[in-house]
């Protein structure tokens, strides 16, 4: 596994950092900002401060300007902070100057969330394919992190040892992504021959945003133990299971979480667990509707399934966690009949939005759980019915 310079540590002090531009605006910027604030807590860090900045566009040398870095280092000086995570991707050039200016280990949101996925990577698929991120996601960054080398060398347009270490560093890199994709690859080839062998049962994945319950619903609809916490990216590893409903089979799976600005190459590192959407019949999305921002993460997710190739597959969608949306959404004194009536216009909206193709559930209260098994064994059985219709008749 890659020594990976920017490990967190446990409790580690942090800072923020979130630029405000005309692709972003400031409301968004403080909602990615508590994500990223949930992202460091998962690493094992905490959070002491955050810093925003208006820009029409990132500095190309310190993203946030000379003055802005100047407020974070009088604020940092005493404080024992040890890292600074900016929201969006920093060229090593950026990480460079930032790291010398403040005398602080930086990193941006990418680096944290292949950190996250290092520490939860348990099979050998998971930690290749992290690996291979790693690689990917250092290899255009490695001429910025070795500026003081370059220099050592004698200046601009020569061809020192900082020049000669650079070279030596890229081809390493590059040999490592060539054998860690070629490991891949062989894994691909064996996941796709499992695949295969499971027979001719209709396919249902779990997708969504991380932390949604998936994991929960999945341990649920399956009667076994899977692996749950209320922690981003608790899943990495795809797991399925055969699931019977009235006598009628089919695979679970529960795959990886989405997550806005999810770093291109992890996507790409993780082609083999996202084959595993690719090649369901159904989708159960999954969205955390007490989330105050749940439907940008739907709609991340639904982009997802779209640069996947996998957004035209059938689609339920399930808003869980109605016990919280309740009670973030009513106040105590308000009537039960108008209580009803929010509740019911919020279902008229989504079934309108999903072609009829929605339920409210809270795993965690085991509500509506029964639909929810009753929605998915008719949508199984009507694929069954088409696909195997010399099968379906012994089946129920």
Known sequence: ????????EKEERAVLVGLIHKDQTEPQVHEYLDELAFLAETAGAVTVKRFTQKLAHPDSRTFVGKGKLEEIKNYIQGKDVRVIIFDDELSGAQINNIEKALNVKTIDRSDLILDI???????????AQ????????????????????????????????????????????RDKISLLRKRLSEIDKQAQTQRKDRGEFIRVALVGYTNVGKSTIMTLLSKSDVFAENKLFATLDTTTRKVVFENTPFLLSDTVGFIRKLPHHLVESFKSTLDEVREADILLHVVDISHPAYEDQLGVVNKTLQEIGAFEKPILTIFNKMDLYEQHTFDPWLEESAKQEIL??????????????????????????????ATILEKVRELYKVRYPYKSEFLW
Do not use: C
């Not at 890659?2 to 490990?7: I, P, S, T």
């Open 344 to 373: 019911e216009d919020l279902r008229d909206r989504w079934q309108n939005e999903t072609n009829g193709n929605a339920i409210f559930i809270s795993a965690l209260e085991r509500r509506n759980l029964d639909g929810l098994r």
């Open 117 to 127: 996925f290092a520490r939860r990577a348990k099979t050998a698929q998971a930690k």
């Open 130 to 173: 992290v690996e291979l991120a790693q690689y990917q996601y250092i290899l255009p960054r490695l001429r910025g992190m070795w500026k003081h080398l370059e220099r050592l060398g004698g200046g601009i347009g020569t061809r020192g040892p900082g020049e000669t270490e650079i070279e030596t560093d890229r081809r390493i890199v």
């Open 1 to 8: 596994m890659l020594d990976n310079r920017n490990k967190i």
